[in-house]
């Protein structure tokens, strides 16, 4: 608890000079990908601990002339990010409870998966995506071999317990949608509680993340950034980009590796609660145990793509340092297909939250998705250290 106990503490505040230059570069490389038309907005977070060092909006909704200015409360599309703020932190509370044991196999859970060679896959093969499942799904494949009687959510389990293994388990990662609906759905079934309920309950709600689901309201609807135009040119908005998302969402089940819709500020309360290891405040969210698994690589030491329980690990610059060579201090992060990003470091606390909506049609790509954007992810984070580097260091 003293690495947390010690970010946590106030310090002194970021040089006036270091901050605006910060500002500035920020503003300069998102700007930049606005005019580009990587994406028609977006918002960053940005601080240390306790401290946010950064908190802007940028641009519009869409490339319409009169269309409306991003906020900084703006809901987005998760996508991917749906894997590390719902998915994950709910397995992490029923593994906490001892409801859920990561080592132990999928089918102790759901007997159903011990087919065709993954007898021995476990949670933890899931939650690090080396299970030997392949990437994706078509929605309509499963669709085709639906049971009248069946939910959709049930079909894709039914179908994903009845797949060959892609490679050898634990031989390699191959970042997987399936694992994480696997996941998703055992969660289901284990909790008897739908994810949404779980999490709100004990995450979201005591962290005060207000914005922060799978089904949007109308208000939240309204305010949302959409993703895609209908045939007649209008915005959508509040609906699951991810197809295979879409298709998995029934009236008690929410889908694992998409789905979710937050804004910034929920995000940040979300980030600063794992950089304490678990703690808001004085509340335990998380047993510190518990929300290290997400810094503490989970792979075995072959695979050159190293995962923590749910996260990607970074081992190269701007995204990691390797400083103090402890294996808990991991700077971690994820993606998510319609241009959102975290990205945290354990050892220094620090953190970046970058949300576009990259997959607005685009009139430089003749309505297709925006360029890539991960020169600005790598830029953002690169900056935030190198202003971090002029600030005192909390000493033991």
Request: proline share 8%; hydrophobic share 40%; aromatic share 6%.
């Amino acid at each position: 608890m003293l690495l947390a106990a010690l970010i946590a503490i106030a310090l002194p505040a970021l040089p006036a000079a270091a901050r605006a230059s910060l500002t500035r570069q920020v503003d300069a490389m998102v700007t930049a990908g606005i005019r580009e038309q990587r994406y028609p907005g977006a918002v960053v977070v940005m601080g240390r601990g306790k401290r946010t060092l950064l908190r802007r909006s940028y641009g519009t909704q869409t490339y319409e002339p009169r269309a409306p200015r991003m906020r900084v409360n703006t809901p987005f599309d998760m996508a991917s990010l749906t894997k590390v703020v719902a998915t994950t932190p709910a397995a992490m509370l029923l593994v906490q409870d001892g409801t859920l044991d990561l080592d132990q196999p999928v089918a102790r859970y759901l007997p159903e998966f011990a087919a065709r060679g993954k007898e021995g896959v476990t949670l933890r093969h899931l939650a690090t995506h080396v299970s030997g499942l392949k990437a994706y799904e078509s929605f309509s494949v499963v669709e085709k071999g639906r049971r009248p009687d069946e939910t959709t959510d049930a079909a894709l389990l039914r179908r994903y317990a009845d797949l060959p293994l892609s490679y050898p388990t634990g031989t390699k990662m191959v970042y997987s949608c399936l694992n994480m609906q696997t996941l998703a759905g055992l969660l289901q079934r284990v909790a008897d509680e739908d994810t949404e309920s779980l999490l709100r309950r004990r995450l979201w709600g005591p962290l005060g993340m207000r914005d922060t689901t799978y089904r949007p309201t109308p208000s939240q609807v309204r305010r949302a950034a959409p993703t895609a135009d209908t045939a007649d040119g209008k915005p959508v908005r509040g609906v699951i980009h991810d197809p295979l998302a879409r298709y998995h969402t029934a009236e008690r089940t929410c889908p694992g590796n998409a789905g979710l819709f937050s804004t910034g500020p929920d995000l940040e309360r979300f980030v600063r609660m794992m950089l304490a290891d678990g703690m808001d405040g004085r509340r335990v969210i998380l047993r510190p145990e518990t929300a290290r698994l997400a810094f503490t690589v989970s792979t075995p030491t072959a695979i050159s793509s190293p995962r923590s329980v749910g996260w990607a690990v970074y081992t190269k610059p701007p995204y990691a340092d390797g400083a103090d060579g402890d294996p808990t201090h991991a700077s971690i992060g994820h993606t998510g297909y319609t241009g959102t990003s975290i990205w945290m470091d354990h050892a220094t606390g620090a953190y970046v939250i970058f949300l576009t909506n990259r997959v607005m049609p685009s009139p430089t790509t003749k309505g297709g998705e925006g360029a890539g954007i991960e020169g600005i992810r790598a830029g953002l984070i690169k900056a935030l250290k190198d202003a971090l580097a002029t600030e005192p260091r909390p000493r033991a």
